[in-house]
DNA sequence: TGCTTGACTTAGACATTGTCCATTGTAGGA
DNA sequence: TCCTACAATGGACAATGTCTAAGTCAAGCA
């Protein structure tokens, strides 16, 4: 069973034979589809699913709480499910190969007083960039 | 004088015109337009210059390494013209005005060896968010 | 079960950002 | 000054995302 299912059912979202397999197709771990490969494989289960739902409903989840934006990839933004446990990035430069990582220490912290031009700072996202194991094997 | 002009002068870069204009209309620090503006901005001084030569222009900066592509805003990427000095961003999710920070910390060792997956990292990003204080006093 | 209503979905036009290519122009060396 | 390779142009095309008007349907209620 879906868990995000669970969550935005729990919230009183109207469910629809299209949320609901926007939702299936979201969850998961290291899940992080774009927003067209989500209409793809969400097309592939429900056909006359549009383009505009897909981008409405990603809008929702993300606006909920519940789903996270990615701007790991320079071209489209990517959808991240796992929203309750706050996590980084791990990028393969040459695949694009995506997983969720927890760094040990709390990024905030690095940043002294004196380089926040007095920001409220809410949120750090980082994003480690390298090689995959295979990739750097084939390179 | 552009201190980026003189970078890429020194290695031999054809010059032109149009290369002369963008590179200066990007030069300083604190600097992150995206390619649109700066195409606006070298639009100004040299009207015919194209966007193509602008997309190419920027193109080639980056693969020298003088510039660099950030991807804090999700639409456009940014260009910043402050590559030979390791720096992170700060962003006003209101406003969208972007700083360069110096982080005290390396926030590559904070990820554990076990949370690598294998992977050779080569890059780290982070970018923090929040709100300026014009933002913030007037939210 | 069968209405009613407002929220949801649809298709497609449109907007923005970026890439490509064939042609024309030009910087810099002989 | 002339040549030649590299650069610039502009317009078509591609990818991603947004908007709108009209049709459809989930959920509450009689």
Redesign the pocket.
Known sequence: MSDLLERLRGRG???????RVVAEVLDGDHVHL???EVHARAAAR?P??????????L?EMVSLGEVIEVATD????RYDPNAHRPHQHLVCGQCGQIRDVHPSGNPLTDLPASERFGFTISDVEVTYRGLCPSCAQAA
């Open positions: 979202w109207r469910m629809t034979a299209q949320r774009t927003a067209d429900l006359e699913i549009s383009r505009a739902t897909v981008y409405n409903t809008g320079k071209r489209a933004k």
